[in-house]
């Protein structure tokens, strides 16, 4: 049996990593609350620009003057993945569940005989896949510095990328990040950014309304300005969504972590009254039996 | 005929207004533009500069740096690529976005050295974003 100091001592430790994990859990939830207003006021423009997009992809179709960004380059070879992820840990799964996704890929495209090359945004996805693929990987970014994600964290990131594209470095890019559902629920989640994908919904509702647009200036040349925007749009509102993941996830692994703690301290006081309680027994034990000796 | 119609001007970080407008005056690439309602549908893009809208409230005008406009039946959206109100930019905030077109222009005519399409389109943004500035009283230096 433990004594009642080691006893005492573990439950002030356990006591104080309680207080942390509380701490962790209220700052996480206020970051959360602004995460959450981050991610909706992008909303919007994601929409409508994806919506705006379609419209013209479709339009334009598959002709071979459709920007490299829209047609591909016609081959199938070189795959990007850029996986995103938080910089720091203490969330739950949610960097493991990234990475997972992340890496299921680049087994199954592997086993398809193609190339893979990886990019990772944040430390710990870069962390989590070192191991196994290593030797794949091209670049990180470094999100330690970033506080508030801006547009302009996203547009260095998709400019990175389209220049490796006009270089020829890869043929298809995709990226993986957590799509925010709720605090306990986040869902890892994979989208190709070049070539761009045509949203099949977005296109048919337009059929519908069949409204026929003027372009200022021609199609095509909207196009091409507008694709890397779609590339820039795409990682912005993925990062967004992760950066509220990230804290939903963080939350609910804290709030875990704090029940536990409580849990545990519970389950110690037992423990500590009990022993006290059996040396207390024993020393009247001891006085008592002494006493009948004289 | 509506007398006015509804107004949306975006950013990628934020829905910056939403009103219902009688007319707005949109920097188009090919030119200005004066929408009204019932505009006949149309997508264009952007060049920096002042973005007019006229409501009911009063006018109101924003720095717009690029991206683009799209009118239908339902209304006129402005996606920009940077929106500020223009009250609310500084010179500093200004000389910002001219280095930004500067440094374009820089790496334009470095990277494209046989093609002008690249340069000219940069050297054109720098020069419509300095015009922007002079028509606001804010220098590019």
Known sequence: ?294 | MADTVQFDLVSPERLLTSVAAKEVRIPGAEGDMTAMPDHSPLITTLRPGILKVVSAEGEADYVVTGGFAEINADGISVLAEKAIARDDITQEHFKTLVDEASDKLAKAQEVYVNEPGPVDDAAKLLADMVAMGDHIGLSAN
């Open chain 1, 1 to 294: 049996m433990p004594n009642l100091k080691d006893l005492k001592n573990r439950i002030e430790s356990v006591k104080s990593t309680r207080k942390i994990t509380k701490a962790m859990q209220m700052v996480a939830a206020a970051k959360l609350r602004r995460a959450q207003e981050a991610a909706e006021m992008a909303r919007p423009y994601a929409e409508r620009f994806n919506a705006v997009m379609s419209k013209l992809a479709a339009s334009v179709g598959d002709s071979d003057s459709a920007p490299r960004l829209l047609r591909g380059t016609g081959e199938d070879n070189v795959h990007l993945l850029v996986v995103m992820t938080a910089e720091r840990g203490l969330c739950g799964g949610f960097n493991a569940n990234i990475a997972k996704l992340a890496r299921t890929e680049a087994e199954s495209l592997k086993a398809h005989g193609k190339t893979v090359k990886i990019i990772t945004v944040g430390k710990k996805g870069r962390d989590a896949l070192k191991r196994d693929f290593g030797d794949l990987f091209i670049d990180h970014v470094d999100m330690t510095g970033v506080k508030n994600i801006g547009y302009d964290d996203a547009q260095a990131v998709a400019k990175n990328l389209l220049d490796r594209f006009d270089k020829g470095e890869f043929d298809v890019a995709k990226i993986f990040y957590s799509e925010f559902e709720n605090v306990v629920s986040q869902i890892p989640t994979m989208q190709q950014v070049i070539p761009f994908q045509v949203d099949e919904s977005a296109a048919e509702d337009e059929a519908d309304a069949n409204v026929v647009y003027d372009y200022e200036p021609d199609e095509e040349a909207i196009l091409a300005d507008l694709l890397p925007r779609g590339v820039a749009t795409a990682i912005f509102s993925g990062l967004l969504e992760n950066g509220a993941s990230e804290q939903g996830a963080r939350m609910s692994a804290m709030d875990n972590a704090t029940r536990n703690a409580g849990e545990m301290i519970d389950d110690l006081t037992i423990e500590y009254n009990r022993s006290r309680q059996a040396v207390i027994t024993n020393e009247l034990i001891e006085i008592i039996s002494g006493a009948e000796a004289l």
